[in-house]
């Protein structure tokens, strides 16, 4: 436990200094490009001296160091700044969105790790086999096609050609949305809503079936090199020695062990599948924190895409730090006594 | 009989049998009073004062009210107001505002509104797009309950045109100061036909009657704006019915969906102007390279090629039907020209004029697309043009700073239809709009923006709108369209700007 703690400190800790330098590069990246957000703050019939009183009025002409410094101390207080385009708390938009899209990702990765862990039991069961290499070509198929194409392929099939699933948004008309915790699925059980749940739950089918489904073929083939590798270990011949059956060998032995590459992968492919939701939000007009980085990078709205580019940032150290701490619980070699 | 199963139907009954027990019957299909539209952007925020977003006022119109309107041939009609008179010399406007409206909240709307929401919030520093548009505007005289004198610093020819234009909206004076702007824009009260009552960021609007609205009723209850930003999306959205219409789907989907047996498919000229902005200096400064440039390009070519043949060519920077088009007057498209007037400026196909030429990727149907292809017809006469891509957010930014190439690609909108916001903006030397700094026409622009009388000004701007094509200040291409799918039995008013109303909708 204490071993636990400690690296959760440790992650804590690196990830605020990861958390500075991420910032300070986007900060500086997003101040050299060749935007004026003063002038995107005016209409477009806006005078130069307006613009310029709005450049100062924003801190533009102070020296970058100075209007970091100034930025990062309104983040300490939560204050990202005013969006551009919408001309509201910036905060809020990302506060109002991320949720969705965190419910999206986590969702997608499930699915991921499903398929991906039972795809690559299959693959390992079926080595040797003359199933192999159809299983092969099969996870190299699903490993060369993009989510967004499986996003606008699910649209195709199960949406115009069954009319089978919804694909627009994240409750059907006539659901009022119910606003607790910003989790849809969660705020529909906290209402014992079922019906709404389920009205919820189909919509984020389609699209986190798209994003998990173009993640799950990298687990598969990891797992399988894995238990493959597992299985060349002096403590699985003796578990067949000690005449364990090969279910329990698999189960109780090799996977334990061939499970722990596959995790620190999944945490590698969360921030992956994070970034992966830009396209998907906007195919699915799911109103996730994908959905307002595209516009904001349309609008050329730089305080939401600083806030957003943070956001990925924190979501994904956050799932590292998470995925480091399973992998010492999972791997007693780890835990310091 | 015979029955005819495809294997469309056969994967349909299959997969859609299992998958139906499974996942439940989706109730796709509307009520008949109301109407579910799949819409590409959504609202910028509920304060309608605030940004000046085209696409927005079709939505804002259902909370809102203007203090003008259009029908749909264009022309200006009452609707808050139901008099207006500009004065001889443009500095004043008197206007006279109906006695039975009222705001959502039960508020009764008085002339104290309209002051508060073209001069006073303004003046209070709100961060609102009005404060450029109604910058002229220096007092409201209110002198009754529904009559006020709207006072400007310099003659407003198109005061009233504005008033039925991009964020001109009613805002009720004592809610909003009671609330504040932010909570306002949290829960927004209008005159409008329609109250808000869901709103989910790039998701969802849902908009009901406002049973108590002082005007004609509209027929649906309920209207739903699914926002759709993908063009796929949306095309699979009204194919599969969870939408009832949709709009900007690409033009060759119209095609497509019009052989659908319950979908209705439409292209239609809008009052959006594709046109090509010149500069009078660098590698345009020769009259005779810009006209060739225009000589050159075959916009009945580009139409079909692009917008299916329903994009109008135009010869002069206005759409059929508006005060200052001219019907009669056609640039000639001919390669021969192109290349006489060239070798008056001593080029060639041999010998080419080499200019700049920037384009958006995405702004508008097709616009990189096209940008190619007139690079192309301009290499044949002898024009190179090296061509690079703009972000729109950019666009101003860079006619501000005079650093737009000799030939920029660019869209304007003007729902109007009024000259001044078409050949004036595009063409004053003073606005930012204009790409044109030559004091030649420049000169003629200012000019017109002096005079209040509505025939003399519309005069004006049909003669200017010949000469402006005739010194090559600017090079029209093609009339915009917008694309329109609906249910066969979704029926709505067609505007000629474009506008497509939900309050107008009914089922048959």
């Not at chain 1, 014992?192 to 389609?206: G, N, P, Q, S, T």
């Not at chain 1, 998470?322 to 070699?333: I, S």
């Not at chain 2, 594709?274 to 060739?292: P, W």
């Amino acid at each position: 436990m204490t071993s636990i703690l400690s690296l959760i400190a440790r992650r804590i800790f690196v990830s605020v200094a990861i958390l500075v330098i991420v910032s300070a590069l986007l900060f500086c990246i997003l101040r050299r490009l060749p935007v004026d957000p003063a002038a995107m703050s005016l209409p477009p019939n806006a005078t130069l001296a307006e613009i310029e009183a709005k450049r100062h009025e924003m801190g533009l002409d102070l020296p970058l160091f100075r209007q970091y410094l100034i930025w990062l101390g309104q983040v300490a207080y939560g204050d990202l700044g005013i969006s551009i385009h919408f001309r509201r708390g910036v905060a809020g938009l990302i506060t109002s969105t991320l949720p969705a899209t965190i419910e999206l990702a986590v969702l997608a990765m499930l699915i991921a790790g499903a398929l991906g862990i039972a795809g690559g039991l299959f693959m390992f069961h079926v080595r040797g086999t003359a199933r192999e290499a159809v299983a092969d070509a099969g996870s190299i198929a699903l490993l060369s096609l993009p989510e967004f194409l499986w996003g606008l392929f699910f649209i195709l099939l199960f949406g115009v050609a069954l009319e089978l699933l919804p694909f627009t948004g994240r409750l059907s008309s006539g659901f009022e949305r119910p606003v607790i915790t910003g989790f849809l699925l969660l705020d529909t059980l906290l209402m014992r809503r079922l019906d709404m749940f389920w009205d919820a739950l189909k919509h984020m089918i389609l699209p986190s079936l798209a994003l998990g489904l173009a993640f799950s073929p990298t687990i598969m083939r990891v797992l399988r090199s894995s238990l493959i590798d597992v299985y060349q270990e002096d403590y699985i011949h003796q578990a067949r020695l000690r005449g364990l059956s090969e279910r329990r060998i698999l189960v109780h032995h090799a996977l334990k062990n061939a499970i722990l590459p596959t995790l620190s992968l999944m945490g590698v492919q969360f921030g992956f599948l994070f970034g992966g939701t830009l396209l998907i939000e906007v195919i699915y007009s799911y109103p996730g924190l994908g959905n307002l980085m595209v516009d904001a990078v349309r609008n050329a709205d730089l305080p939401i895409i600083q806030a957003v580019g943070l956001a990925y940032c924190v979501v994904v150290l956050a799932i590292n730090t998470v995925v480091d701490a399973l992998y010492v619980v999972l791997n007693p070699k780890l835990r310091v006594t | 009989m015979s029955v005819t199963i495809d294997r469309r139907t056969a994967l349909k009954l299959g997969l859609g049998t299992a998958g139906s027990t499974f996942l439940g019957d989706l109730a796709f299909a509307q009520a008949k009073d109301a109407v579910t539209i799949g819409w590409p952007s959504d609202v910028p925020s509920w304060d309608p004062n605030q940004r000046f977003t085209p696409d927005a006022q079709p939505i804002f119109k259902l909370v809102f009210d203007q203090p003008l309107d259009q029908n749909e041939k264009l022309d200006l009609i009452p609707k808050l107001i139901t008099k207006w008179e500009l004065a001889a010399d443009g500095l004043s406007m008197t206007v006279e505002l109906r006695d039975d409206v009222t705001f959502h909240n039960g508020d009764k709307m008085t002339a104290e509104d309209f002051r508060y929401t073209f001069f006073e919030r303004i003046k209070a520093g709100h961060k609102v797009d009005t404060a450029n548009s109604w910058r002229k505007v220096t007092d409201i005289e209110v002198t009754s309950p529904t009559k006020a004198v709207m006072k400007f610093n310099s003659p407003a020819p198109t005061a009233p045109q504005w008033l039925a234009f991009l964020g001109s909206f009613m805002v009720p004076k004592a809610y909003m100061e009671k609330v504040g702007v932010e909570p306002f824009r949290e829960k927004p009260v209008g005159t409008g036909p329609y109250k808000l009552v869901e709103y989910q960021l790039n998701s969802r609007i849902v908009l009901e009657r406002n049973d108590s609205y002082w005007g004609p009723k509209p027929k649906l209850k309920r209207i739903t704006f699914d926002i759709v930003k993908d063009p796929s999306a949306r095309v699979a959205a009204i194919q599969s019915g969870q939408v009832d219409l949709t709009i900007n789907v690409p033009v060759r989907e119209v095609e497509r969906l019009k052989r659908e047996p319950t979908l209705a498919a439409e292209i239609n000229p809008i009052t959006r102007v594709i046109l090509l902005q010149v500069r009078n200096d660098l590698g345009f400064e020769d009259a005779n390279v810009r006209l060739a440039a225009h000589h050159a390009i075959d916009k009945a070519a580009l139409s079909k090629a692009f917008y299916g043949g329903a994009a109008v060519p135009l010869s002069v920077v206005a759409t059929p039907g508006t005060a200052a088009y001219l019907p009669d007057f056609k640039f000639e498209y001919s390669p021969d020209m192109a290349k006489a007037a060239l070798a008056k400026a001593g080029f060639s196909p041999e010998k080419p004029a080499k200019i700049k030429f920037a384009a958006t990727n995405g702004h508008f149907p097709s616009d990189y697309d096209i940008a190619r292809a007139i690079q192309q017809m301009w290499q044949k006469v002898g024009i190179e043009a090296e061509l690079e891509t703009i972000e729109y957010a950019k666009y101003f930014e860079l006619n501000r700073g005079a650093k737009l190439p000799e030939a920029t690609l660019y869209s304007w909108d003007n729902a109007t239809g009024d000259p001044e916001i078409f050949t004036g903006y595009l063409l004053s030397p003073k606005m930012p709009f204009s790409a044109w700094k030559g004091m030649d026409v420049g000169q003629k622009v200012l000019d017109l923006f002096e005079i209040a009388d509505y025939n003399k000004r519309i005069e004006g701007y049909r003669a200017l709108n010949k000469i402006a094509v005739e010194a090559g200040a600017t090079i029209p291409l093609l009339q915009s369209v917008v694309t329109v799918v609906r249910k066969k039995t979704l029926n709505y008013a067609k505007y000629e700007n474009g506008w497509v109303l939900a309050s107008s909708m009914d089922w048959s």
